[in-house]
DNA sequence: GCAAGGTC
């Protein structure tokens, strides 16, 4: 009898997409017990030395296997103290809706020779990986775990991975077990310990949770951050010169070099140095042509952002929605990091699906008559997954509203990227007035290219300038003082966040959004609509909740050495770092958690201590 | 009743 390998994906899709290049697309399918999404596919293959010709069973986990969790007696929140919560003892197992799951995975090892794990090529993945094994060595011990690494599911990358596996990275796998670890027993803590202190303060605060967790409070902390930026604000007047010339029947206007200055009286002396000069003289006149870069292929951040911006959808909604269009195989996994198409991907194939568009399909075609570019590639790559792209073409008809949306923009986004850069020609005058610089720009857009099929990028010509010659002298037609102020910031959006919280790296691609909607659950943040209309932007503003937790911490540090407020992005950050190490095999996990702990601790205990400007706070905002 | 991370 042929030798038996068991094959395990992070999700169903993968596994199926997996099974069918594996099998050539003959493959049996079965059923498990006790879940509906997980199916078991059996076929043969052959995977070279050492393995040979092999029957293969290739199942799927649905994401993390296992849960971390304190042992019973520490479970209920008057237990122990919340501080005892940086130590006691916890358990990882098996979710309760994992277990057939589990099973699935220790009965089908039984009969293998080997292990195969194809989860995500991410840390996440090498976590899930080690779960995985562990079951499998708990149904038969002397099983061996090979890993496949693949970053796509393109056919040929695919067999290659199956050929050529690798092992498990254990290096990876304890990174994300400290992390977990970590963000239970900090999560855990600090919110028993606000909770548990706060309820009593405020009427309004009886039956709240009032969670904490590393990653939703610097959400919170950006949020109010702005508010205090708008709330503070003073505006101040400034002052600028303009310089005006009528030329060839056009009215040029000329910008100061130095913007506008906050004294009145200095811009005054200096527009009389000007008008004493009389003459302005011409000191460059560029002529160049200009591109509008085309857009780079596109991650989950970005089509979180320009979803909110030009869709008018919310992040969360943009991943359900772009979630369905993904199970239903019309788009690529709508999780990934990843800004440049791999070379093995036939990209002209993808744009030819497009043909039968009424709206973008003349364009697609025009594409593959020699319009087509290589995509731009960006600097990220997560080793997992392509930029998101359409996998096949599907009719508006047959999409609900947002759907159509979604898989429009992605469509819209990735025929942009596959086409040629918008080219123009700009013309930059520059003159000396008296001792102050000018300029004038003026832009001719010669071809759109892109911009045809991308319609939510803007670029266009300005009004045409008249000549200019280096060198020439004019008298201005007029320069003149224009005041103005400066103006409040606005309160920030949801796409800004989502830029805020990559550029701090708090949460992934894929949990950004969970975040987001979790300070609005626990009423920390609020969204309010600033316009009407199609220009109407969604604002978030923090509660008086969410005020008072972020300057009742922040009072809480204020002053002691090395001070870092919870509502600040850094002790994430340094987490983060920490967990690089153990993955570079610099640090061991125990090592990384208790380091991590010893410095949460630390502003637990000053917490605890200073537990009254905590109180004082939510007083101050949250009792009238 | 707590977190964040996978995914359905």
């Known amino acids: 009898m042929a030798r038996k390998i068991l094959c395990v994906a992070e999700k169903p899709a993968i596994a199926r997409a997996v099974a069918t290049h594996m099998s050539g697309g003959s493959f049996q399918t079965h059923a498990i017990r006790g879940n509906q999404y997980v199916k078991n596919y059996e076929f043969d293959f052959n995977f070279g030395d050492p393995w040979g010709h092999c029957s293969v069973t290739m199942t799927s986990v649905i994401g993390h296997l296992t849960g971390l969790d304190f042992e019973r007696q520490y479970k209920g929140w008057q237990s122990c103290p919340p501080s005892v919560l940086f130590e006691a003892p916890v358990n990882e197992d098996v979710d309760k809706d994992k277990l057939p799951i589990a099973e699935n995975i220790r009965n089908q ?48 990358h695919v067999l290659r991975a199956a050929r050529e596996p690798v092992d498990l990275d254990e290096y990876q796998a304890n990174a994300v077990s ?84 906050f004294d009145r009286a200095v811009v005054t002396m200096m527009l009389e140095r000007c008008l004493a000069a009389k003459e302005a003289k011409v000191t460059k006149v560029a002529q160049k042509p200009k591109s509008k870069w085309r857009p780079l292929p596109l991650t989950t951040v970005d089509l979180q952002m320009m979803g909110s911006r030009y869709l008018r ?14 199970t239903k195989g019309f788009i690529s996994y709508p999780r990934t990091e990843t800004d440049q198409f791999d070379k093995a991907i036939d990209l002209k194939k993808l744009v030819e699906k497009q043909f039968p568009d009424t709206e973008w399909g003349q364009y697609a075609r025009d594409l593959i008559d020699g319009n ?34 979604v898989y429009e923009f992605v469509t819209r986004r990735f025929l942009a990227c596959c086409s040629d850069d918008a080219k123009g020609q700009s013309t930059d005058i520059e ?19 892109y911009l045809d099929v991308y319609v939510y990028d803007k670029w266009e010509s300005s009004q045409q300038l008249p000549k200019f010659e280096y060198g020439e002298k004019f008298v201005p037609t007029e320069a003149n003082i224009f005041e103005g102020k400066t103006t409040a910031p606005n ?21 950004m959004a969970e975040h987001i909607s979790k300070v609005k659950e626990r009423e920390y943040v609020v969204v309010n609509k600033r316009g009407s209309g199609r220009t109407s932007v969604e604002e978030l503003i923090p509660t008086r909740l969410g005020v008072a937790l972020v300057e009742g911490y922040d009072n809480v540090v204020a002053g002691l050495p090395n001070s870092i407020s919870l509502s600040k992005p850094f002790l994430r950050k340094e987490m983060e770092l920490r967990m690089l190490e153990v993955c570079a095999g610099t640090k061991t996990k125990s090592e990384v958690v208790q380091q991590s702990l010893d410095m949460y601790r630390e502003v637990f205990i000053h917490t605890q201590r200073r537990i009254e400007m905590l109180k004082a706070a939510c007083r101050k905002y949250l009792v009238d």
């Open 109 to 156: 090892a039984r009969y293998s020779k080997a292990l195969f794990i194809w989860t995500d090529c991410d840390r996440e993945g090498e976590h899930i990986g080690s779960e995985v094994r562990n079951q499998a060595k708990s149904g038969n011990a002397r099983i061996e775990v090979k890993r496949a690494k693949f970053s796509n599911t393109e056919r040929a």
């Open 178 to 261: 400290a992390r977990i670890e970590l963000d239970l027993r900090i999560g855990a803590a600090f919110t028993r310990l606000q909770t548990l202190q706060l309820q009593a303060v405020a009427a309004v605060l009886k039956e709240k949770v009032i969670s904490y967790g590393s990653c939703q409070f610097p959400t919170l902390g950006f949020v109010v951050d702005r508010y205090l930026r708008v709330q503070n604000f003073k505006p101040e007047t400034f002052w600028g010169i303009k310089v005006m010339l009528q030329r060839e029947g056009k009215k040029v206007n000329f910008l100061w070099k130095r913007v506008h200055l």
């Open 313 to 326: 959808i919310d992040s969360q909604t943009i991943m359900k929605v772009a979630e369905s269009l993904y």
């Open 372 to 405: 087509f570019r290589t995509p731009r590639s960006g600097r990220h790559n997560d080793k997992a997954h392509p930029p998101i792209h359409p996998v096949s073409w599907v009719s508006s008809s047959s999409l609900n509203a947002n759907e159509k949306k």
């Open 431 to 449: 003159i000396l007035y008296g001792d102050e610089t000018f300029h004038a720009n003026g832009l001719l857009v010669l071809e759109r290219n």
């Open 491 to 511: 309160y920030l959006t949801e796409p800004e966040l989502i830029g805020l919280m990559d550029a701090n790296g708090i949460g992934t691609d894929a949990t």
